[in-house]
């Protein structure tokens, strides 16, 4: 797997594309067009505020405020744009999961019959079915990483493999053994055990600390693609947005949201008194 890219920001094109493609064999969210999704922000944001018809009523609370988490400051709205994103890395996940599947089989004999749905391109002449999931695959990228078990799959130099690294890449040495390149190669198979010298030999002193404290299995199975944000190391819409959400705001002009706040997280706990409750809503108009 490779390492994340930068997330670009979607052109705003007059395509008004998105729904879904319903048949008995697929079910596909398509990306919804930045116009579509600011007109059904709009629409939430009037209604939230009890604008009725063609009536003007007055907004207090910035959108992208209230969009923020609670902990955050926010109301916890979910932003269309956002959320639409998150739907269509689930279905990238579904393809990763599953490559089995018809529609990742199809998918693949189509846009990246030699390689994987990470690394697969745009190709030519591309359906906007094919280009949503190139778009949602942006958050897959910065949320899937390796679960190690055989080591066989894993490019030890390049893949992100390592718990407590992620998701920065693995910490090599300049001067890295070139021989070295599957994650196998580091265990000594007649105990069981990391390979020290071998270990030496690639990585810098701190990621050999970080690569000796997660256990091996003892038993031999294949090493898979897991979900860093959920404990199962499945892909959730919850965690999907939440990284989508920020993704999108920092590759904007906003920069990344404020800090937890302990006063936020107390009142959407119930854990403010009514003063403090008060003082926090006049401040948040």
């Known amino acids: 797997m490779e390492g994340a890219a930068s997330l670009p920001r979607r052109q705003r094109s007059s395509h008004e594309g998105g729904g879904h493609c319903n048949s008995n064999l697929c079910h596909v969210q398509l990306l919804y067009s930045y116009t579509v999704c600011k007109q059904i922000n709009s629409t939430l944001a009037n209604f939230w505020w009890g604008q009725k018809e063609n009536e003007k009523r007055l907004h207090w609370i910035a959108w992208d405020i209230t969009c923020k988490l609670k902990f955050q400051g926010g109301l916890g709205f979910r932003d269309i744009e956002s959320f639409n994103l998150a739907l269509l890395a689930k279905q990238g996940w579904r393809i990763l999961s599953d490559p089995d599947s018809l529609l990742a089989q199809v998918l693949k004999g ?19 079915g094919w280009q949503s999931l190139l778009w949602g695959r942006q958050v897959l990228t910065r949320g899937v990483r390796w679960q190690f078990s055989d080591g066989n799959s894993i490019l030890c130099k390049e893949d992100l493999w390592i718990p407590s690294s992620f998701p920065n890449p693995a910490m090599v040495k300049d001067d890295a053994d070139i021989s070295i390149n599957w994650a196998s190669q580091l265990l000594n198979h007649n105990t069981n055990t990391w390979d020290i010298s071998k270990l030496i030999r690639v990585y810098q002193e701190e990621e050999i600390k970080n ?41 904007g002009a906003t920069g990344p949201g404020p800090a937890p706040n302990s006063n936020n997280a107390k009142l959407w706990n119930g854990k403010l008194n009514s003063r403090q409750s008060s003082l926090f809503l006049y401040g948040s108009l």
């Open 110 to 128: 189509r846009y990246f019959p030699h390689t994987s749905f990470i690394r697969a391109k745009k190709g030519n002449n591309p359906s906007w």
């Open 211 to 251: 690569i000796l404290a997660f256990p091996i299995s003892l038993f031999r199975k294949e090493d898979k693609i897991v979900w860093h944000f959920t404990n199962n190391g499945v892909y959730s819409v919850k965690s999907g947005y939440q990284l989508a959400y920020q993704l999108l705001k920092d590759s």
